[in-house]
């Protein structure tokens, strides 16, 4: 009896401190709350916001469509609405965002909490974006889009580089009083070196992709076009592991009929492989990851740019499968393409569409879950621990980090 006694009494202690222990870590991830304020969520996107609340105290609970999330924010640099086309994680564990704010280019710098630390707009013409921003390994950053001239009204090639904080320290502007050229995605190369994909656009009717390669001072060292047919567009690419880099974009004529498009080049440019491929209506590629297998997936539009469209190629630049899901022997469902792509660390991929929908498919293409988590369909990373930040626009620029283990199948 006394022994049993003793075994009780052990037991409810360690109920009670176990009890204390999370007190006390609940307890210490709330601000103290200052005499003569009131402490509460500050953020109105919250569902718990206080709009009496004049601290906030961390107590903020974000629902995104029906699944908790850890935090979602709202950036606005200026009076006007924003847009964020990408993003990325940084060195400090961080985030950096590019886009576009009241029609200028813009990059935002925000901790690992979303807490914003610094953003910047970056103005050389009429107006501008920046559609992609990659870190560089001396901590700036290197980002790519275009600007509008003044007169005539095309579109040009630009980049910048930047420092750490946000400091312009070069940029680089291409284009002719007679043709558009502008950047679509920008990566920092295992030699220190950047490459740029995006297109040439001759005469408005026969664009070619390119790959653009500049040393970290911001020279060009090499230059090269690609075209399948009278209209091709760069839009997304990578460095292998391998080394060499693979971007895809849509090959057509300038009046559509376009196909998905995947060239595999070397380091220096020089192509291995080119693949062109789709039916009359309208395939296109929008962002490309490397398959743990050293194959390459990659998502965009199908079907007249309604549905959404992946497709697998190995290393060699075979075709392994496709999924145009438009209802016709695939699930009924429209998202009106896919923007970002990713490897997920439990294998599979996620995949972020136009309509705010969040997709995770198997290695095969298989869909393992979709679930709309509104405000954000442009771009998608997954962090160390395995939460996934996703970027997008609305009337402003929104960040959303959530835990991937919550989401349930929505269809």
């Excluded at 060499?244 to 070397?266: E, N, Q, R, W």
């Excluded at 309208?282 to 490397?290: H, R």
């Excluded at 697998?312 to 695939?330: F, T, V």
Aim: charged share 20%.
């Amino acid at each position: 009896m006394l022994n049993r006694l003793s075994s009780l009494i052990i037991i409810f202690a360690l109920v009670l401190w176990s009890c204390e222990d999370e007190t006390e870590s609940l307890t210490e991830s709330l601000v103290e709350c200052p005499v003569n304020e009131i402490c509460g969520c500050t953020n109105n996107l919250a569902t718990n916001y206080d709009n009496t609340a004049t601290v906030d105290d961390g107590s903020c609970e974000y629902m995104v469509g029906d699944f908790q999330a850890k935090w979602l924010y709202t950036y606005n640099l200026g009076p006007g609405g924003g847009q964020a086309h990408c993003v990325r994680q940084t060195s400090d564990g961080g985030l950096i965002l590019s886009g576009s704010e009241q029609n200028q280019g813009m990059l935002l710098k925000t901790n690992e909490d979303g807490i914003l630390e610094w953003g910047q707009t970056y103005e050389i013409g009429d107006g501008e974006v920046l559609k992609s921003v990659s870190q560089c390994s001396d901590g700036g950053f290197i980002a790519t889009g275009l600007f509008t001239g003044t007169f005539p009204d095309l579109e040009y090639l630009w980049v910048i580089k930047t420092d750490a904080a946000g400091n312009m320290e070069w940029q680089e502007t291409v284009g002719t009083a007679d043709k558009n050229d502008w950047g679509e995605d920008v990566i920092e190369t295992q030699d220190g070196g950047f490459v740029i994909t995006g297109t040439q656009n001759d005469d408005g009717f026969n664009s070619k992709a390119f790959l653009r390669k500049y040393s970290s001072s911001g020279t060009l060292l090499w230059n090269k076009t690609y075209s399948g047919s009278d209209y091709n567009e760069g839009i997304s690419l990578i460095e292998a592991s391998d080394g060499k880099i693979v971007f895809v974009g849509l090959s057509g004529t300038a009046h559509g009929a376009y196909k998905h498009f995947m060239v595999k080049t070397s380091a220096d440019g020089v192509q291995s492989w080119k693949k062109r491929f789709g039916d009359n209506t309208q395939q296109t590629l929008n962002a490309v990851c490397e398959a743990p297998d050293g194959g390459f997936v990659a998502g965009g539009f199908c079907h007249n740019y309604n549905y959404n469209y992946i497709v697998k190629r190995s290393s060699s630049g075979s075709m392994e499968w496709e999924h145009c899901y438009n209802g016709s022997g695939e699930p009924s469902y429209s998202h009106y393409g896919y923007n970002d792509i990713i490897t997920a660390v439990d294998g599979g991929y996620y995949l972020l569409d136009n309509q705010f929908y969040l997709t995770k498919i198997d290695e095969n293409g298989e869909i393992v879950w979709t679930a709309s988590l509104r405000r954000v369909n442009k771009s998608i990373i997954q962090l160390d621990d395995g939460d996934l930040v996703l970027a997008g626009s609305g009337s402003s620029i929104f960040l959303l980090r959530i835990d991937p283990s919550v989401i349930q199948d929505s269809r």
